[in-house]
C-alpha cells in the first residue's frame, strides 16, 4: 500500500480509500462506532431528508462505490441537507454535479478545511456520483 495524499490510501487492487474525513470544525467523521463495508470503516454523515427528517447516512470509503448504510426510504433524487454529526455545520458547495440535479459538497480529508484536500458528494439522492469522488485537483495532483 502507498499513500499518495494524507487520508487516502491505495490498496493492493488499486482501489482508492478514504482514511480521514473532517467538518470544517475539525470533527473525525471516520470512527470506530460506525458501520463498516467491506470491511472498511465509512465515513458518517447527517442527513435533512424533507421526507425522512434528520438521517444519519454511512457512505463506502472507497472512491467510486456508491454503497451507503442508512437513508432507506429517502426518495430518488431528493436533494438533502448534508451536515456533520457532531456540531451540525453544513459542508461547503463547491460545484454543481454532473447529474444537473445537485451539489456537490466538500468534505475535507485533514482537519484544517482546506478545499485542495477533499473529497467530494453530491447532495441528489441515489445519484451515481453521490459518494466519495476525489475532487479534481487532487487527482492531478496524484503522479
Ligand atoms: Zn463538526
Ligand atoms: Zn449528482
Redesign the pocket.
Known sequence: MSNQVQGILKDDSGRRIVTAAY?????DLIVDENPLIDGLTTIHLRAQSATKGVVDLYLSPIQGDGRVKGGEGIPMDELLDIR??????SFEVVAPCYCRHGMFVAIYLKPNCQYREAIVVCNSWGCKHSFVKLESRIILSTP
Open positions: 467538518c470544517c470544525n475539525g470533527h456533520c454529526p457532531v456540531c451540525g455545520a
